[in-house]
């Protein structure tokens, strides 16, 4: 599968503020494009929208990964990088990881994605479940899931324009992108949970995460049962 999409190696790739993370190190892997138009009503999705924290055995494909990754903070006015959230003067503070474990479409690991490319690039190979869930005070649906997505933020780019309530702001996007992520999954067979209850400290561990990203949200993402 892997062999359908575009896969160059990057080395030590440095990417902006606007799209991604600097010194990240691996596989940049092109995503199929997302869908913009669906079955399902965005009244239905609010009605259905629920957290999830079991999910069923299957893995998530990777067009199903791309959709929900677009869903948090996929770019849909390439101009300005504009994106699906809403962003505090455009300053685009969010980044967001996806552990992946038993995919038929990519390896075990922890991938970066890249709003602007609307790609993924690994920064982590092997299953990280177990690492996340402790860090995340051994909740079962990080365990469970066949991905988990890590919403991080970084402060200093929003506090450059807006000095101290760029930390409120930043909390204040990832609400937005999480919710986009739940309806997103609903309307898909996907159930998600956000998880705040975690160690800063350790999810960082867990994900390496560059100085300066700090972790806001895990979302285990599974199929529902
Ligand atoms: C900021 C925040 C943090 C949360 N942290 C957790 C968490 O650590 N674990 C968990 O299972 N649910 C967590 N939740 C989900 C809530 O428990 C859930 O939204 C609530 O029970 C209402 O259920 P609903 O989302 O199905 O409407 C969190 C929700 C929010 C908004």
């Given at each position: 599968?892997?062999?359908?999409?575009?896969?160059?190696?990057?080395?030590?790739?440095?990417?902006?503020?606007?799209?991604?993370?600097?010194?990240?190190?691996?596989?940049?892997?092109?995503?199929?494009?997302?869908?913009?138009?669906?079955?399902?009503?965005?009244?239905?999705?609010?009605?259905?929208?629920?957290?999830?924290?079991?999910?069923?055995?299957?893995?998530?494909?990777?067009?199903?990964?791309?959709?929900?990754?677009?869903?948090?903070?996929?770019?849909?006015?390439?101009?300005?990088?504009?994106?699906?959230?809403?962003?505090?003067?455009?300053?685009?503070?969010?980044?967001?990881?996806?552990?992946?474990?038993?995919?038929?479409?990519?390896?075990?690991?922890?991938?970066?994605?890249?709003?602007?490319?609307?790609?993924?690039?690994?920064?982590?190979?092997?299953?990280?479940?177990?690492?996340l869930?402790?860090?995340g005070?051994?909740?079962?649906?990080i365990?469970?899931?066949?991905?988990v997505m890590v919403?991080?933020?970084?402060?200093?780019?929003?506090?450059?324009?807006?000095?101290?309530?760029?930390?409120?702001?930043?909390?204040?996007?990832?609400?937005?992108?999480?919710?986009?992520?739940?309806?997103?999954?609903?309307?898909?067979?996907?159930?998600?949970?956000v998880i705040?209850?975690f160690?800063?400290?350790?999810v960082?561990?867990?994900?390496?995460?560059?100085?300066?990203?700090?972790p806001?949200y895990l979302m285990p993402?599974?199929?529902?049962?």
């Open positions: 599968m892997r062999s359908l999409f575009t896969i160059m190696m990057l080395s030590m790739a440095s990417v902006s503020a606007q799209g991604g993370t600097s010194a990240q190190q691996g596989a940049s892997i092109a995503l199929p494009e997302p869908k913009r138009t669906g079955e399902v009503s965005i009244e239905a999705t609010l009605d259905r929208r629920r957290s999830v924290r079991s999910y069923d055995s299957a893995a998530l494909s990777l067009q199903e990964i791309a959709q929900l990754a677009w869903a948090a903070q996929g770019v849909t006015e390439p101009q300005d990088g504009l994106r699906t959230a809403p962003s505090a003067g455009a300053t685009f503070p969010l980044e967001i990881d996806l552990l992946v474990a038993g995919s038929d479409d990519l390896e075990d690991g922890v991938y970066r994605y890249l709003p602007r490319e609307h790609s993924l690039v690994q920064r982590l190979a092997g299953d990280r479940r177990r690492d869930h402790a860090a005070l051994a909740q079962a649906a365990l469970e899931a066949p991905v919403m991080s933020g970084v402060v200093s780019r929003t506090a450059r324009r807006y000095g101290p309530r760029a930390e409120r702001y930043v909390h204040m996007e990832a609400g937005h992108a999480a919710q986009n992520v739940y309806l997103q999954g609903n309307a898909m067979g996907v159930g998600t949970v705040g209850a160690r800063d400290e350790a960082s561990m867990a994900l390496r995460l560059n100085p300066g990203e700090q806001l993402l599974g199929k529902l049962r």
